[in-house]
């Protein structure tokens, strides 16, 4: 099976902030129910304004920052196919070997933009930019799509398959492009890769 990496601090803490707040403010409530009548509304207000700011933390920031790092990409490498994707232990196959770059990998789960161009496919974090690395052209055996499915719906997932014995990389791993527009264009993208290697590339 494949290693995964350790969970790192920051996921962990937000996910126990997150567990804790909603825990203490739903037991405020229904405690606060029985005593104070009416002022549990506000507190189940409050609760509710205190999750959301939470939820926008977590959730849209990160996905604000990717596409935004994406956007900058583009501009700055105009003749390279960007798409952003996300890895998540649990329904991806993980993308590096063991070695100093896990950490950066941030945690079990988390957003990753897919660069292609003439050199190959280089896997940077949206957050500080940072490259993983190329994986040259000569190095890759095949990229495909194929379906996630999970229990609320299916969706797709790029699956490449590469020599990466000479890479901190995989030989095989997963990437699931994010948001409605990536995910609707998922086959497009994929050609919009495999066109970006040299003629010379069989």
């Known amino acids: 099976m494949t290693e995964r990496p350790s969970k ?8 126990v902030l997150l567990a804790t707040m909603a825990v203490l403010f739903t037991a405020r409530f229904f405690i606060g129910a029985r005593s104070r009548g009416a002022e549990t509304l506000w507190d189940l207000f409050l609760a509710l304004a205190i999750l ?11 996905a604000s ?5 994406a956007g ?12 952003e994707t996300y890895w998540g232990a649990g329904y991806t196959d993980f993308f590096l070997r063991p070695g100093p770059l896990m950490k950066h990998a941030r945690g079990r789960g988390g957003r990753i933009l897919l660069v292609a161009d003439r050199r190959g496919i280089e896997l940077v974090r949206p957050q500080g930019k940072f490259s ?20 609320f719906a299916s969706r797709p997932k790029l699956v490449f398959e590469i020599h990466g014995i000479t890479t901190p990389f995989q030989d095989r791993f997963e990437l699931l492009p994010t948001g409605k527009e990536e995910r609707a264009r998922a086959a497009q993208s ?9 003629a010379t590339h069989p």
């Open 132 to 151: 993983f690395g190329l994986i040259p052209w000569n190095l890759v055996k095949e990229i495909r799509l194929e379906e996630l499915n999970s229990p």
């Open 8 to 15: 790192s601090r920051a996921p962990a803490l937000r996910l």
């Open 52 to 62: 959301g700011v939470l939820m926008f933390l977590f959730l849209t920031v990160p």
């Open 72 to 83: 900058a990409l583009r501009v700055a490498r105009p003749d390279a196919v960007i798409v």
């Open 65 to 69: 920052r990717a596409r935004k790092a």
């Open 190 to 198: 994929l050609n919009a890769i495999l066109a970006t290697q040299p």
